[in-house]
């Protein structure tokens, strides 16, 4: 007994020490487990952590609607009731594992904040403002428009059909595959017969059968569906109705959008057309811009020689009707609004019947209708500087370059004037020449052995005080037109003839009598070859030529005289227009008329042409621009009434139309504009632009300075 309880007490202290030795063993053991396995899965272990990262970054974009309101639910309840599911206190099933936003891991840590900091911020997502939808389907709502358009809302009308289908025989499939030509693997010598049921379907026999035939059963009393089962077709068949109706929604806002669509896209493509055309007068700019330098170029190298040649004469300059590129403005001119008449000339007390000024910002030389002094202005400070005495009748044309000016009158004179030299006062010799000029005798023609005519009182008439340069005077009638370039000058005049000049000498070189023209004319365009006139009422032989102009806007007209209208040359190419409304192109070496244009209707007014084109202006309301390579009509530019004046480049063509505004034709646009700001109360009769700056004088006897 002893013995035994001895032993006992000693097996008792035994068996401690062995536990104590089997619980360091299995702690050793799961250390070294937990160490390998540390070790083992390490590499992997950031992976873990950035998903989790980016789980809980998306979790606010991906959350829908249906989640945020389950979320709500969640953080409802008590952050202990959170606790006890995820500590296992009550049963967690897989419906609150989907809908908590939280993350669950394996460990045993507690769900922080930041866990929960899309359930936190439910009151903002829910107070936040949804925007409505735009532009497609508008009113239907985004889940409503899923359903009806998901594949599987196609199911229900599939599955009705599959319930509807009936297990017959002898259904007469065959003969429509033998009537579409597909091969069929049945007896060909099989006969067919056919019956219609009343839903269309086709039933046949195999062939002609021995008895009394069977009557035909309905393939709907075949087969019995039940009252749930209809029913649930007749809901799912209103919803795929409502379906359609969804269909047709988004198919009929997708067509409004589309529509939408086409019309940006249009308004863009106009868009990117008016930039295309600003692109080409861009370039035409840029063609003129590069040509005005090189006519500047050549000026300057001009003027340098003639200095160090110490010459007397005045440089030679192209005119300002030809010169291209832009012309110095002032930095202020930039600052005025376009379109804008910024300054008007008062001083005439009649209609404007010519001007022309040297350059943007300087001096200006106008004319009016009961006036025979021409009037010099300062267009710098809008005064009159001086006045330009010497013709006794009024003033039809001027011309002015650089310090030069030419006149044509009705004296049937031209003077060239000196504008550096108007600025000194001279009216005390005005008397003094009014007698001079009163005892000159009117010219006298000569016949040269060269049968050019020119006038012996043009050889000395020159003034040696004053302005007044030199007296041209050889027609028999008023000079309606001139243009001049370097040292040459043709003038036309009421007399029908043009007259050539060398402003050297002042003598007349050479005349081209229009009407010798006219009855020898050689129509160069499509018209007929008949030296007719061509409108009614033209006096073409040696009667006074004077026809009615139309009414202008006002309502005002006066009896047209100018027999001829406008002149430009440059070289030897002489244009003139005429009252018989024709645009002649002549050959100053010879004096003839090589090409008549004719398509006006009414008297040519005004003219002018470039390397290519001629622009001619007539009282019968229309513009011509006319090839001058192959003399036909380019392009029509109609009006309201008769045109008066003209001007034009590569860009645009400004004209006078017998209305108050200024008419801008843009050539490569092909649009119209007027210019009335600030402008005229009365019809506009002439005008004249370089570059950015436009001066008009109309019927109301003032003179307007324009912004382009």
């Not at 609150?96 to 359930?119: E, K």
């Not at 005025?336 to 030389?365: K, N, Q, R, W």
């Not at 012996?456 to 001049?484: I, M, N, Q, W």
């Not at 009896?559 to 227009?577: K, R």
């Amino acid at each position: 007994m002893a013995s035994g309880s001895k032993s006992k007490p000693a097996g008792d202290r035994s068996e401690p020490v062995h536990t104590e030795d089997g619980n360091s063993s299995s702690s050793a053991s799961r250390s070294n487990l937990a160490f390998m396995s540390k070790t083992l899965l390490a590499p992997f272990a950031h992976k873990k952590a950035d998903s989790t990262r980016i789980l809980s970054d998306l979790a606010p974009v991906i959350m829908t609607p249906r989640m945020v309101n389950a979320a709500a639910t969640v953080t409802s309840r008590s952050r202990g009731s959170i606790n006890s599911v995820l500590n296992g206190s009550s049963r967690m099933d897989f419906a609150t594992l989907g809908r908590a936003p939280m993350r669950l891991t394996l460990g045993s840590r507690r769900v922080t904040s930041r866990d929960l900091q899309i359930v936190e911020a439910k009151e903002e997502l829910l107070s936040a403002e949804v925007p409505e939808p735009e532009g497609i389907a508008s009113d239907v709502s985004l889940l409503r428009g899923f359903n009806a358009t998901i594949p599987s809302s196609d199911r229900n009308r599939t599955r009705r059909r599959q319930v509807r289908n009936v297990d017959t025989r002898n259904v007469g499939l065959r003969q429509g595959l033998l009537a579409r030509g597909m091969p069929d693997d049945g007896e060909q010598g099989e006969e067919i017969q056919n019956a219609t049921s009343e839903d269309g379907a086709i039933v046949v026999g195999p062939g002609k059968k021995k008895g009394k035939r069977r009557p035909r059963e309905s393939l709907s009393t075949t087969k019995l569906l039940g009252k749930d089962e209809l029913s649930r077709q007749a809901q799912e068949i209103i919803r795929d109705k409502e379906n359609l109706h969804v269909r047709r929604s988004l198919i009929t806002s997708e067509i409004a959008e589309v529509d939408s669509k086409i019309v940006a896209l249009s308004e863009i493509r106009h868009r990117l057309e008016h930039d295309l055309l600003k692109t080409q007068e861009d370039e035409l700019e840029l063609d003129d811009e590069l040509e005005g330098v090189r006519e500047r170029l050549e000026f300057e190298e001009i003027s340098s020689k003639q200095q160090k040649a110490t010459s007397v004469r005045t440089p030679q300059v192209a005119p300002s009707r030809r010169r291209k590129g832009p012309v110095f403005l002032p930095s202020e001119h930039d600052e005025l609004p376009p379109a804008v008449a910024f300054m008007t000339l008062e001083g005439h007390i009649s209609p404007i019947t010519a001007l022309d000024f040297s350059e943007p910002y300087g001096v200006l030389v106008s004319s009016s209708q009961d006036d025979t002094q021409p009037r010099v202005w300062d267009l710098m400070s809008g005064s009159e500087i001086s006045r330009l005495r010497g013709h006794r009748g009024v003033v039809k044309c001027i011309q002015v370059e650089d310090n030069l000016c030419l006149t044509g009158s009705d004296d049937g004179s031209a003077r060239l004037w000196n504008l550096g030299a108007v600025e000194d006062d001279w009216e005390h010799a005005s008397l003094s020449d009014v007698a001079e000029e009163d005892g000159d005798q009117d010219g006298e023609l000569v016949e040269k052995p060269n049968s050019i005519r020119c006038s012996s009182s043009s050889r000395a008439s020159t003034d040696s005080d004053g302005p007044c340069l030199r007296r041209l005077e050889g027609h028999s009638k008023a000079v309606t037109a001139l243009y001049f370039e370097d040292d040459c000058l043709v003038t036309g005049a009421s007399d029908k003839t043009l007259r050539q000049w060398d402003l050297t000498t002042g003598q007349c070189v050479l005349t081209m009598d229009i009407l010798w023209a006219i009855s020898h004319s050689s129509i160069g365009a499509a018209g007929a070859s008949s030296p007719a006139p061509l409108f009614p009422g033209l006096a073409a032989a040696g009667a006074n030529f004077a026809v009615p102009t139309p009414p202008c806007a006002d309502g005002s007209w006066e009896m047209y005289q100018d027999f001829v209208g406008a002149v430009q040359f440059w070289g030897y190419a002489l244009v003139s227009g005429s009252g018989d409304g024709a645009v002649r192109m002549w050959d100053m070496r010879t004096g003839q008329a090589h090409r008549t244009l004719a398509g006006h209707t009414g008297p040519v007014t005004c003219l002018q042409f470039d390397e290519i084109h001629i622009a001619s202006g007539s009282l019968d309301k229309s513009i011509r621009i006319w090839d001058v390579r192959t003399g036909s009509t380019f392009e029509t530019i109609k009006y309201d009434h008769g045109v008066t004046c003209l001007q034009f480049d590569s860009r645009k063509v400004v004209a006078a139309t017998g209305e108050n505004s200024i008419k801008i034709y843009n050539r490569t646009t092909m649009q119209h504009s007027t210019l009335t700001t600030n402008g005229h109360t009365r019809p506009v009769q002439r005008l004249r632009y370089m570059d950015r700056y436009l001066v008009s004088g109309g019927r109301d006897a003032t003179v307007k300075v324009w912004t382009l």
